[in-house]
């Protein structure tokens, strides 16, 4: 078998070339200014990533209205206004011939309550997990409309602050996952119902966006192989959804999967032994639309090893690997791991017993870690979770209500 797959350079449809397989895939970063602009921290952090050898950074989450974010310090791009700050992130992340994409975001009902108390979404379908969001009010036909001259907007100004590529986040339970998904979309017109009509939106966002940045730009989707719940979007779905992304040309699909009520893209291991064995959750559904469809693929969550993400290039089930934690339990990741065959590359272990706020700590834990990164200083493998717990709670109330 062919070794060092990861260190083959990839040509995307749009003609760029990404120099290795390695992607960091987007991870929130909660910190922006309060003007939810770039900082120093954060061109700190996209300084060490992008001299750490991974090909593609992706962006945390970069929303497309600053009154309904993900977190209260996320960065927002509807306006020129923030665009020097970010250029300064963007020179620091695409040293190296790194690329540096944007991800784009509205979280709609995931909003949480630091962020508002009026979300809005497909339907008047709350998301009940420890209090944190509100009822959201179902969207008008003008709002929808909003929503997708907001994200046009914001690809145009991430093209315009220098990213080398954008991607449309639609997995995780955010706004246009929401819309895909029949738990969540009840709307009886245009965008509810079936599962074209529950797409309208995204299908609408990538075509615009693609006349906006035009052909030699990468466009990216994140999508849910399903959302893991009972008459949730399922992949019957996805693969349609896929199929139709392929004719709107965009150049790397991303597969996730679940949404804040089942993180499943931070938990989930498939039972089945082999699939246990062979590590990443999603690979499974990536070979099925492998049969259906020529778009290069990107799997994320659960890559840990070397040997194993070789295996899955050189049987080429994939085009590229999407990381997320290893960047956080390893300062200099994947530098080491891109070379040496043998290297794997461990998650941290924590114990906390509320089980109802598990993901939250982790998040919590993951946070600190990006924070200290950004600072110049170092991982801190044994911060303790139920601090995290209290520093992301009190952060998210002084940046959002303060
Ligand atoms: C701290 C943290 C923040 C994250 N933020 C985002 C985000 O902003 N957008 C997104 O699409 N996924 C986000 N994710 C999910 C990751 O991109 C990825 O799908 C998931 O962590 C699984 O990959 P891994 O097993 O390599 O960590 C986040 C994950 C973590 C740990």
Not at 28 to 33: H, K, M, S
Not at 199 to 224: D, H, M, T
Not at 383 to 397: F, G
């Amino acid at each position: 078998m062919k070794t060092k797959a990861l260190l083959e350079p990839y040509t995307l449809p749009c003609g760029l070339t990404i120099k290795n397989r390695i992607a960091k895939a987007a991870m929130t970063e909660r910190l922006a200014n309060k003007k939810q602009q770039a900082t120093k921290e954060l061109s700190q952090l996209y300084n060490l990533w992008s001299n750490n050898g991974a090909g593609l950074l992706v962006t945390g989450n970069i929303m497309v209205d600053s009154r309904y974010k993900e977190a209260s310090a996320n960065i927002v791009l509807e306006n020129e206004s923030g665009l020097k700050p970010l250029e300064e992130m963007v020179k620091a992340g695409t040293q190296n011939n790194t690329h540096l994409w944007a991800q784009i975001n509205h979280a709609g009902r995931q909003a949480s309550i630091f962020s508002t108390f009026k979300p809005i979404a497909p339907s008047a379908i709350q998301l009940k997990k420890l209090m944190l969001f509100a009822k959201p009010k179902a969207m008008t036909a003008d709002e929808i409309k909003d929503v997708e001259n907001r994200f046009v907007t914001t690809a145009k100004l991430s093209k315009k602050a220098g990213f080398t590529g954008v991607q449309i986040h639609a997995a995780h339970g955010y706004l246009l996952s929401q819309f895909l998904s029949p738990k969540t979309n009840e709307r009886t017109d245009d965008y509810g119902g079936s599962i074209d009509n529950r797409a309208r939106l995204l299908f609408n966002i990538v075509q615009r966006v693609r006349e906006e940045v035009g052909e030699n730009y990468p466009i990216s989707v994140k999508l849910n192989s399903a959302d893991f719940q009972r008459g949730g979007f399922n992949e019957e779905d996805a693969l349609y959804v896929i199929k139709t992304l392929e004719k709107l040309k965009i150049d790397l699909l991303e597969i996730s999967g679940g949404t804040y009520e089942n993180i499943i893209f931070l938990t989930q291991r498939y039972e089945r032994e082999s699939t246990k064995q062979r590590e990443a959750y999603f690979l499974d559904f990536a070979k099925k639309i492998r049969k259906e469809t020529a778009l290069p693929i990107m799997v994320t969550g659960g890559f840990r090893s070397h040997a194993f993400c070789n295996e899955v290039l050189n049987n080429k089930e994939l085009e590229m690997i999407g990381f997320a934690r290893p960047f956080l339990t390893n300062k200099s990741f994947p530098k080491n791991f891109l070379e040496d065959e043998n290297s794997k590359i461990g998650d941290a272990t924590f114990k906390f017993k509320i089980k109802k706020m598990k993901d939250f700590a982790e998040a919590g834990f993951y946070d600190y870690q990006i924070h200290q990164l950004a600072k110049g200083k170092e991982i801190k493998p044994k911060y303790n979770p139920y601090l995290a717990v209290l520093r992301l709670t009190t952060n998210e109330l002084i940046k959002g209500w303060f």
